[in-house]
């Protein structure tokens, strides 16, 4: 913290701002109170790091209506409360309080187990998740061992393309450092984030989730910033490897064709979303129920959440006025708020409304 604060009084800056794009980042700043302990310039601003506050609502209005009609839907429990676009049918647990079949599940093995126990049923399996969880999607399908009666609704995004939309599509966030996602790295390797200090002339540390990782991950990027040399860091070498897992590459690009696929609160992002290749449309339920899943219709939220902004960094949780009152962790209104990875949900359990303003 020492470094921290004599390297940053060196700095010529009225704005250093830095941000995380992992939702256990923002974990770890909130609730160990790093924001706080921050000097002057330095601003650490929570980015597009939950997968479950950008899943299209009309993904959500689909499996209501086919879990209504007597499809058995499968979803992990955060994606169980997302609100989808109806009030009259908030959410998949709104619909199993209607009679509406929806269980929830630990992983896509556990949904081909409920399928296999079940062959008589119509199973769908909500496939969430960026490209950390992805492989696990594409693993049973690469090796072709789910049941004709289980389909998968894909809704897996992934990250480096939201980065770029971030810096060529929002210029009122003034980034100067990169915080990239540890687990997502684990996969796709420290390489991807290369594109930031070489395109952007910013600088990106792909780091662990220890409060240590955090502020070394911000100590390096302070000090690129006075030695005027942007450049790729690698802080989480004891988990992340230069390369991207080549098995994990192998099965995600035999299983998934990659789209322009739309975030909620965003809109269409380029390249950032995965279907299934053509040749496993038998495990796809977008191809078994007509589902479109890739129109625009996602830039609208519950009315009066600010989430698209949270996402972006545009504004932070206390500045949407239903935080912490119409919506909050016990009854969640808008997606930031639904998942453990949600910027408004780590701010309303750990304090981040509270104690972002506090001086020591």
């Excluded at 009309?58 to 994606?79: A, P, Q, S």
């Excluded at 962790?329 to 708020?337: A, D, Q, T």
């Excluded at 998942?339 to 408004?344: A, Q």
Aim: hydrophobic share 40%; glycine share 8%; net charge neutral.
């Amino acid at each position: 913290m020492y470094l921290i604060k004599n390297l940053s009084s060196i700095l010529n800056l009225d704005h250093v701002g830095i941000m995380d794009f992992c939702g256990t980042h923002e974990w770890t700043i909130t609730h160990y109170g790093l924001r706080s302990l921050m000097p002057d310039p330095i601003r650490l601003i929570a980015g597009p790091g939950c997968p479950v506050c950008i899943t299209p609502a009309h993904y959500v209005d689909e499996l209501i209506k086919l879990c209504m009609d007597g499809v058995h839907v499968l979803t992990y429990g955060d994606t169980y409360r997302l609100p989808g676009s109806s009030d009259k049918v908030r959410s998949l647990a709104h619909a199993k309080s209607l009679g509406g079949k929806v269980t929830i599940v630990y992983s896509v093995l556990d949904a081909i187990k409920r399928a296999k126990a079940n062959p008589n049923e119509e199973f769908v399996f909500f496939a969430v998740g960026f490209e950390t969880t992805a492989p696990s999607t594409a693993s049973p399908v690469y090796r072709e061992v789910i049941p004709r009666n289980l389909k998968l609704l894909i809704a897996h995004r992934l990250t480096p393309p939201i980065i770029r939309y971030l810096f060529d599509n929002v210029p009122e966030v003034s980034l100067q450092g990169v915080i990239a996602p540890g687990h997502v790295s684990t996969i796709i390797g420290a390489s991807a984030w290369e594109f930031i200090p070489r395109e952007y002339n910013v600088s990106a540390v792909v780091a662990g989730f220890e409060p240590m990782d955090v502020l070394i991950a911000i100590y390096l990027i302070i000090k690129d910033l006075i030695d005027g040399k942007p450049k790729l860091h690698n802080e989480y070498g004891r988990a992340v490897s230069y390369e991207r897992n080549l098995m994990a590459k192998t099965m995600l690009n035999e299983v998934f064709e990659v789209i322009d696929a739309p975030w909620r609160g965003i809109g269409v992002v380029r390249s950032s979303g995965y279907v299934l290749k053509d040749k496993f449309r038998v495990y796809d339920a977008a191809f078994e129920y007509g589902i479109d899943l890739t129109k625009d219709v996602d830039l609208a939220l519950p009315k009066g959440c600010r989430c698209g902004e949270v996402v972006l960094g545009k504004v932070e949780p206390t500045q949407c006025p239903l935080f912490m009152k119409v919506c909050t962790p016990r009854n969640p209104y808008g997606p930031c708020m639904v998942s453990i990875e949600g910027t408004c949900r780590i701010w309303a359990e750990h304090g981040g409304y509270v104690i972002k303003n506090l001086n020591f």
